[in-house]
């Protein structure tokens, strides 16, 4: 039963889990379809992304101008991704639309067709937007911390593949993902004024026959890293250096998820220019625009990652890095003040109403919780597991998590 | 006329679509009032109980056009040393406190103003009071301070540099605005940053941050008398006295199409910018159609015939600047590695070309305006960016200017854009054409 009004439910089908949150009042109606295949389960580099972007390029009942023109003559922005965990569709419509961006986007999820044409072209325009995303010098660098951390697991390469692989993906390819994909189930997350008896008698007209669930892809080989501690990237850069420390940590349902974020904030992921590294590399001593840090980086079914970042002058890269070594030390090893962790308590509590504005959020934030098979993610259960972390629980977690001697240093450097 | 009565009289069927996006009948939603202190300051509740948010957002006719000569940048340097310490909040102070009440500041300059803001939850945003007025009347330069954020600003500028798009951005604009304020980077070049001390930082602030100079916002889950009463407490006391901003010259456009050529990274880049209006001209609403119907969406004409069906970039977009003075409309495209740049430059001229000899359809107007529509709307869900949109219009435009722009786009006929067309989609009138080519 599809739960009414300021509530959030989840209602199950053979293959299709969902959830729905009635959010009153907003002009926008958002509809997440997500199968969980992406670049984490492809074979070949660039297929995830492509399987996800080939649902939009046809369907057995319109080709991609008429998709593209029906959408967009109602105002709706309609769109297939795919992802590093999963690929699938965004609709976005103005409320009164709900209906036909649910029809629309199960028409992309259960009927594409995949045309070898446009799978070409989209192999092509990838390759080429990866070519372009490479001439910026923090992504390059990303890129290659990435590839420090992750090897040989799938997330050290970028969810775009490589210019080489993606001009050997198919169209059979992509719709060989997507079946398989399919047998694993669907996801469905939805929010905006909506009305719950139409939406479950639609869905059960949509998705009422997709066969129970299954776990059709093995995991993909566990990530160890590059051997060396220090990792140097050439990038084209007008006299800044590009600086990533860290390691990985936790994916996304383990116990201490929360205690890092609480951790992250204290070290530099909160308001402004807080954190500790941020402090120090920016306010005291100068060192750079951007600097800030995450412990919890890209979690999902896979570790994350805790991640400290500055962009300075190649001639301050050096007292950058130490900065930063130095700041995650004091904290893993010195633990925390009772006043940091109650502003970093606060913080937290106090952007949950942000997170939870429009009809878009709760859509995002209902279709986490039903992929990592969290529980309903309202606001009163978060403040309550935050309130229920002190600092002991918070030190525990950052001894724990937090390893200096382990930290690993990719830098950018023009060259 | 309203949003209702444009619906009624069948002029788009956009229009109705507004209608229930606009239930209040405005394009900003929320109950709106106004007030204006004995010290000058204009102040405007939005009233909106979506959330239980509440953002500020102080908006400030001072810019870059009113850098001092040879102080370029000093409007952005001075918006980055308000976070630097004031009588009540030390250097570091302002993010804390917003840290530990759980919210989110930030500010942004352009060259017509500087915009401050804060979003807290409702029961706690008043602080972002009396951080504004702390920083308005005593804020403390310190040189140690102002030298240390010269450097985070040097940091700042390098990271422009080496972003192609943002390197590229900046050299158009120079040469689109070539003479004119508009033409100047917003950071100031490494020289003016040594030439800029606290003394110019002080004089600048002086001259322009004054009640008198300044609308503030207040949009969110805040009844008027709320608001009322603790603007007047808080920032009721700051002396007026804002000096009158220097009249900026008329713009010279170019002669024809300027062409600029840079080299850098690995990847053609393609940026054109058209010469547009003054952002409170009828013509720029139908530049913003004119902008949505070649770029905006899959169907938009530059984007089906460069991107999906010639396949000769990977991407391209459309923009529209909204400028006291002027503005420009941009088209912006990446071109897939192995095309020939002469190429994709003819066909996207020839497409201007197209739209400017021929009228467009109906059925083709009609989509732009539903894409421009819901990027409105999709735009402006969150309290945040309503009060940003609305101090902005309100300290450079009107109360109106919004809802006025965007009924003239629900309204503009095909005639009436292919006229537009005729006026600004001609890059012979007043252009610069500039490419960021591989270095190999």
New interface residues.
């Given amino acids: 039963m599809v739960e009414t009004a300021d509530r959030i439910a989840a209602v199950g089908r053979p293959g299709l889990t969902t959830r729905v949150r009635r959010v009153e009042g907003a002009p926008v109606v958002a509809v997440r379809l997500w199968l969980n295949a992406g670049t984490r389960v492809e074979s070949i580099p660039g297929q995830g992304l492509l399987t996800g972007r080939m649902l939009e390029e046809g369907t057995r009942r319109r080709d991609w101008r008429r998709i593209a023109a029906d959408a967009e003559g109602r105002g709706m922005e309609l769109s297939s991704f795919g992802a590093f965990e999963g690929h699938g569709v965004n609709v976005d419509a103005l409320a009164p639309d709900w209906e036909l961006a649910l029809e629309w986007a199960a028409e992309l999820v259960r009927e594409p067709s995949f045309p070898e044409d446009r799978c070409a072209w989209l192999g092509k325009q990838a390759a080429a937007e990866l070519e372009g995303l490479a001439d910026q010098p923090d992504v390059k660098s990303a890129w290659g911390f990435l590839e420090h951390l992750y090897t040989p697991h799938p997330r050290c390469r970028p969810v775009l593949g490589d210019v080489a692989s993606l001009r050997t993906v198919t169209a059979a390819d992509c719709a060989g993902l997507h079946r398989t994909a399919l047998a694993g189930g669907v996801i469905a997350a939805v929010a905006g004024v909506i009305d719950e008896d139409a939406f479950e008698r639609r869905l059960e007209r949509l998705f009422g026959d997709l066969p129970p669930r299954a776990q059709p892809f093995p995991p993909p080989a566990a990530p160890a890293g590059l051997p060396e501690r220090r990792h140097q990237v050439k990038v084209e850069s007008e006299d800044q250096a590009h600086l990533y420390v860290g390691h990985l940590t936790v994916p996304r349902r383990h116990p201490d998820y929360t205690a890092l974020e609480l951790v992250a904030v204290i070290l530099g992921s909160g308001a402004g220019l807080t954190g500790r590294i941020p402090t120090r590399i920016r306010e005291r001593e100068g060192l750079a625009y951007t600097a800030h840090a995450q412990t919890v980086a890209g979690a999902g079914e896979d570790p994350g990652r805790l991640v400290a970042y500055v962009a300075t002058a190649p001639a301050t890269a050096g007292q950058a890095e130490k900065g930063v070594v130095e700041e995650i030390a004091r904290l893993a090893g010195d633990g925390i003040g009772d006043h940091e962790l109650e502003e970093a308590r606060s913080y937290l509590l106090g952007v949950e109403p942000f997170r939870r504005e429009t009809a878009r959020q709760w859509a995002e934030i209902l279709l986490e919780a039903e992929q990592y098979g969290l529980p309903l993610d309202d606001p009163q259960r978060r403040a309550a597991d935050l309130r229920a972390l002190d600092r002991r629980a918070c030190e525990a977690a950052a001894r724990r998590h937090l390893r200096p001697a382990d930290l690993r240093v990719t830098i950018g450097l023009p060259g | 006329m309203s949003y209702q009565s444009l619906a009624s009289s069948g002029a788009a069927s956009?229009a109705a679509?507004a209608v229930?996006?606009f239930p209040g009948g405005s394009c900003i939603?929320g109950r709106r009032q106004f007030a204006r202190l004995a010290n000058g300051l204009t102040v405007c509740v939005l009233e909106n109980r979506?959330?239980?948010?509440v953002t500020t957002a102080l908006c400030l006719r001072a810019g870059t056009r009113d850098d001092p000569p040879g102080h370029g940048g000093a409007a952005h340097f001075l918006e980055h040393m308000m976070?630097k310490g004031s009588a009540r909040f030390g250097?570091?102070e302002?993010?804390?406190r917003?840290?530990?009440?759980?919210?989110?500041?930030?500010a942004f300059t352009s060259h017509d103003a500087t915009t401050y803001y804060f979003?807290?939850?409702?029961d706690?945003w008043t602080e972002a009071l009396a951080i504004e007025a702390d920083r308005m009347a005593s804020l403390t330069l310190d040189p140690r301070q102002v030298?240390?954020?010269?450097?985070?600003?040097?940091?700042?500028i390098?990271?422009y540099?080496?972003?192609?798009w943002d390197a590229l951005e900046v050299a158009v604009q120079a040469r689109l605005y070539r003479g004119h304020p508009y033409g100047r980077p917003v950071l100031g070049t490494r020289g003016e940053l040594r030439a800029t001390g606290r003394e110019e930082l002080a004089t600048f602030q002086r001259r322009f941050y004054r009640p008198d100079n300044a609308v503030l916002v207040v949009a969110g889950e805040a009844s008027e008398e709320t608001v009322l009463g603790e603007v007047e407490r808080t920032l009721g006391a700051l002396p007026p006295g804002a000096e009158q901003r220097a009249g900026a010259s008329a713009v010279a456009w170019p002669e024809g199409m300027a062409r600029l050529r840079r080299r850098?990274?690995?990847?053609p880049?393609l940026l054109l910018a058209l010469a547009a209006p003054a952002g409170d001209h009828p013509d720029h609403a139908l530049l913003r159609l004119l902008a949505a119907l070649l770029g905006s969406?899959?169907?938009s004409r530059l984007y089906?015939a460069l991107?999906?069906e010639g396949?000769l970039?990977?991407?391209i977009h459309t923009d529209l600047t909204e400028g006291l003075e002027a503005s420009h409309l941009s088209i912006a495209a990446?071109?897939?590695?192995g095309v020939e740049p002469a190429r994709v430059e003819g066909e996207l001229l020839g497409l201007l070309a197209e739209l400017v000899g021929t009228r467009p359809g109906l059925e083709e107007v009609?989509?732009a305006r539903?894409?421009a529509?819901?990027d409105w709307?999709?735009h402006h869900?969150?309290?945040?960016q309503q009060a940003l949109s609305l101090a902005v219009a309100l300290a450079l435009f009107d109360a109106e200017h919004l809802d006025r722009q965007m009924r003239r786009l629900l309204a503009a006929s095909p005639a009436a854009l292919h006229e537009a067309a005729g006026r600004y989609l001609r890059p012979e009138l007043g252009s610069v054409l500039g490419w960021s080519l591989p270095?190999s």
């Fill in positions: 956009a679509a229930a996006a939603p979506q959330a239980p948010v976070f250097p570091g302002i993010d804390r917003t840290q530990a009440l759980g919210g989110s500041n930030n979003s807290f939850a409702a706690r030298a240390s954020e010269r450097q985070v600003i040097r940091e700042e390098a990271m540099d080496s972003e192609p850098k990274g690995e990847v880049r969406g899959r169907s089906r991107v999906d396949q970039c990977s991407w990446e071109v897939v590695p009609e989509r539903q894409v529509l819901a709307v999709l869900e969150r309290v945040e270095r």
